[in-house]
């Protein structure tokens, strides 16, 4: 309770594209976490798949 007082406090104190830039970063920030978990799973399932044809041994010879 007490901090959803303060991040009140705080936009009440603060401009409008204050709080809008504020908010712009933070989606920003999230935004670029997702796409770089998402290029890391991308990556360790291509080179998990590659090791399963390195093992499985895949017919294209």
Known sequence: ???ALF???VCA???GCAVVAV???AVTVVATTVKVG???VGTAVDVGAAGVRALAGS???
């Open 1 to 3: 309770m007490r901090s």
């Open 7 to 9: 991040a009140l406090l």
């Open 13 to 15: 104190l603060c401009s």
């Open 23 to 25: 908010a712009d970063a």
């Open 38 to 40: 998402a290029a890391v």
């Open 59 to 61: 017919g294209d010879e």
